[in-house]
Structure formats: C-alpha cells, structure tokens
C-alpha cells in the first residue's frame, strides 16, 4: 500500500497538496483535485490519522465546549458538528465545561498548544477579551451571537424567537405572560429577556416578578415551575419557555396538577427537538443541528485558510413558528 | 504561581506523586495527600494541562465511540462518563463511528498511538480479534458485554430486560407479541432476541416474520412501524421495543391513524429516557447514565494501575419494570 508521500510523487506534487485533497481542504484546482483522487483509489491508499498529522501540522481534531453533555440542545448542535467533521476527517473532542470559566479556559489552552485545530463553543461562559486573547491562536466560532472583535458566531436570532412567541400569544389575547429560560445572565438569555420586556411594555403591561423563571435546565425544573405558579398572587396566563424539554415538564405537572393546557395555561416552547412534536407543542422553531452543520463548515474553512484567522464574521438564523396544541 | 515541580519540593514528594493526587490517582496514601493538596492549596497552584502530560507521560484524555452523537441512549451514557471525567480533570475526545469498523479502528489507533489514555466504546463494530489486539495498548471498555479475552465491559443485561419484559406481557395475555430494535446484529440485539424467541416457544407461538423490526433508530423508524404493523396478516397486540424513543414513535403514529394503546396495542419500552416518564411508556428500565459512570470509573482505574491492563473485568446492570399507561 502506497503512502503519502509514494502518492505525492506519483501525481507529480506535493505532499502538502495530496493531503489537502484527503482533508476535503476547499482550495485546491479541481483538475488537480480529481487526478490526485484517481491515484489515491488505484493504490488503494488508506489515510493513517497520524500521517496527515505528520504531513500538514493539523491534528485533525477540533474542541467543542458545552456546559452539559446530555442535554437535548446541546446533543443536537453536536450531532450537526459531528455529521460534518466525519465528512472531513476530523474527530471532536468534546469538553463539559459546567459553564465554569475556568474549564473553559483549559479548553482554550488546548487551542494555544495545537492540541486541537480549532473550536466551538456551543455556550461560553468566558469574557470576551478573554476569547479575543485566544483567537490569536486558531479559529474559535460561537454557537452564541458576541460582543467580540475577532470571534465568528453561528446564532440563533434568540430576540427574533421570543419576539414572534410574544406577539403571537398577545395577539391570542394573553396580557399576564411568564417566561421560562436556563442561564439568567447569558447573551442568549439577554436577548430574550429584552423582547419579553419590550413587548409587554408595548401593551403597558408591568411585569410580576412572580412571572420570571430563570436557571431552567432539566425537565424537573419544568415540573418545579408549575408548583411556583400555583402560589403566585396573578397566575401567568401564558408561558413563553426557551427549551422544549423544559415546555414539556411544565405540561406534565399541570396536567398532574389539573391545570388545563392550553385554556389555563398556554405554553410555547421555542427549539426544535423531537419532545416538541411528540407533546403537541407550540413552539418558534430553529435548527441547533444546522447551527451545528454551520458551526462546523465556518471553523474548517477558517482552519485551511490562516487570512482569515481573527476575522469576525457572523452568521444569524431565523426561526418560524409552528402552532401546536399548547397555546 | 508555583509550578509543579516546586510543589513537590516544598512537598518533599516526587513530581510524579503530586501528578497523581492531582489526577486523584486512587492510590496515594492518604496523610500524603492531604499534605500536598494543602500545599497545592496555599501556592494557589492552577493545573495546566500540559504540564500534567509531560510529568505524567498521559494525555488526560480518553476516547469515546459511538455510532451517533444525537441519540439519547447514547447521550445518557456520555453524561455519566463526562459527570466523572471533569472530576477526574479528564476530556473527552467523542468520536462519532457510524458503526463503520474503519472508523472504529482510527480511534483504536489512537490509542495505539498514546493520543488518548484509554477508550470506552458505547457500542462496536471491531471484532473480538481486533479489540484484542488493541487492548495491549491501552484499556478499552465496552458499554456492551463482548466476547473477547481482555476487554472489560459495563454493561445493561439485555437478555434479562427482553425477558421481564416478555414475561409480564405474557401475564397480561398477550401470544401475538412483535419486537422493535436497532442494529440488526449487535451483540445487544443478539441477546434480546435470544429472550424474546425463547419466552414465545414456552407458549408455543411461533413468531410471524411480520412481527420483527430492526434497524430502527429514530421517531420516525418508530411511526413507520405502525404503517407496517397496519399491513400484517394476524397483526401483534403487544410491541416489545429497545428503546424509549423508537416506542414514543409508535405510541405517537398509532394514535394518529386510531389504534389505542394499550387497548388495541400495547407498547413495552426498553431504557430510562425522559420520554418514557413523559409519555407514560410502560419500561422495562436500566440507568444509562450510571452505566457510563462505571465505565469511566473502571477505565480510570485501569489507565494508573498497568497491572490491570488486559485483564478482563464485566459488571453488569440489572433491569426493573416500572408499569405506566402503555400496556
């Protein structure tokens, strides 16, 4: 069996060029490309990771960051970085962070020290000049929008969502409306809270503070939701959550509780995961697995092209409302 | 800030016993280590990651295969194996394997090649022989049992879960039963259907093709079974099916075309997902997320005592009906 270098010499170039071929590196001529791939095939040349390692300086891995592993959310932006970096080779290594800044930062380290070729952070707990420090260092892409000069972002138009959940459930007649969300200061977490208040504003609505439910994270904090709204002084007549998962706890526990969804409480969850459909709810639906998909085809770009290293660019998505049986 | 070695100084212990409390090596005396993290304490001393690695010759990283990243059965496992790896100030490399044995084997290489510690493997394609022959390398657990000479195993009795699980359908009256699960030949799917033949021939049902389905993966494998169920000759009136999602589809497409369950179908699930509380899916249930726990707890073992390596070890999970509204 051939090896790199054997295929170099047969194609009549270089082995940098054979191994940008194997890596699906974007830039390389086309004719060249398809001459190089034939003699790969005709010397049934199988790629050894730690060749490629040898030949480009690449380690073919990239980090992911994310608070917690098993977490629908998270899982499905992952599943989108995964499909792609099995396309291109690349191997994920995947790092619980706990939202602590400091496990964030160990990861960041790895990029200083080549350990890996690049980055995602799913959601990111470290300042932004903290992130700017490191993006020196190798292409870092947010799967949250930034503040940063020189971080790339692939985000959901978290405002967007809640603003079309908010005027959809107005428009239904709600003026008493809660909301439901996981990591109080995030930028996600900001952006939301700023349509939630906006909107309210707009119909002079003052709202309790009763209505707010912040640190959401797993179902049973759902389930938990419903035990509080049951003491408030003015019961929310509608909730607007961020997560379906957390959507779907509140809908059990008030159906346990015989809190009629919707006629007592209506409730629109704002993701697209499965739970959403299996439990009829309404939701203002974005993909985290082509965040994922995004995420990943932005970091490989910026990986084989250094002038773009540090550059800042920023990709937005759009959510849609899908009506359910909830509201 | 002092570094590591200064650390050992002032502790009067080798660099390497310092690594190994910080790596919460499991055997160091313990007067010593209360000695060092004390010290390690009062010099605020900071981990770097590559400081670990060149006293301690590991990379503080072990591999994890799985044939897909957005499955909840296999997130379940990744949460109890990071929950335990971020104590032990381990990453994570995920690989995603399609159950594609090449693909497997470039992460066994990578155990070959000393870029990872140790290797759980959530499920496997790789023969016996090949694990074997990688097991000299380094550990390697399976979260499956498996029929090698040297790989250890943490791993759900799914024998035993097909069996409860026939066994009270059976009780409930049930003769025409079908079962529902994922890859065709694993070793899991193996001794479920070992189970699932054995419990029908104790009744003298011989099982209609019609009533098997495999490969199923997702929801929607799920809800096309019922568009199949619909077109069978004597149609099952019991579904048993390996996991919790693949049922939530079921559940879901049935009701949409108007079979009830249970009345004209009852659906037994197979793990401890979310969706089964939520959706009251009648289980026969194993934690996922505790099998994971002791399969990093196992591998850790095994990476900082050499003795180990090689000498096969299995635990295994037992299973427990929990009854809800399915059957």
Not at 303 to 310: E, S
């Amino acid at each position: 069996m051939a090896n790199i270098r054997e295929i170099a010499k047969l194609a009549g170039v270089s082995v940098s060029t054979v191994s940008r071929v194997l890596n699906n590196h974007p830039y390389v001529n086309e004719k060249k490309r398809a001459e190089i791939l034939k003699i790969i095939e005709e010397q049934n040349y199988v790629q050894n990771s730690n060749a490629v390692h040898l030949s480009t300086g690449k380690t073919m891995v990239i980090g992911v960051t994310l608070p917690l592993v098993n977490n629908q959310y998270y899982s499905s932006i992952i599943e989108g970085i995964a499909a792609e970096a099995v396309q291109h080779h690349y191997k994920l290594m995947v790092c619980q962070t706990n939202n602590n800044p400091e496990q964030e930062r160990s990861v960041l380290h790895l990029l200083k020290n080549k350990k890996i070729d690049g980055l995602i952070m799913c959601s990111r707990s470290s300042s932004c000049e903290t992130l700017n420090e490191y993006a020196g260092y190798g292409p870092i892409i947010t799967c949250e929008a930034n503040d940063t000069t020189s971080v790339s972002s692939v985000h959901i138009d978290h405002y967007q969502t809640f603003l079309i959940g908010m005027e959809y459930l107005m428009k239904k007649g709600h003026r008493r409306i809660g909301y439901c969300i996981g990591r109080k200061n995030s930028f996600n977490s900001q952006h939301r809270k700023r349509a939630y208040y906006e909107k309210l504003r707009s119909i002079d609505v003052t709202p309790s503070a009763e209505w707010s439910f912040e640190e959401c994270l797993t179902i049973q904090d759902g389930k938990d939701v419903v035990g509080k709204l049951l003491q408030t002084e003015e019961r929310p007549t509608a909730m607007i959550v961020s997560c379906n998962h957390i959507a779907a706890g509140i809908i059990k526990e008030a159906s346990r509780l015989g809190i009629s969804v919707p006629e007592d409480l209506a409730v629109v969850g704002c993701d697209d995961q499965p739970i959403g459909e299996l439990l009829e709810i309404t939701t203002v639906s974005s993909s985290s697995t082509l965040m994922g998909k995004y995420a990943f085809e932005m970091l490989h770009k910026r990986i084989w092209t250094q002038q773009l290293v540090g550059k800042k660019e920023e990709k937005e998505l759009s959510p849609v409302l899908v009506e359910r049986l909830t509201t």
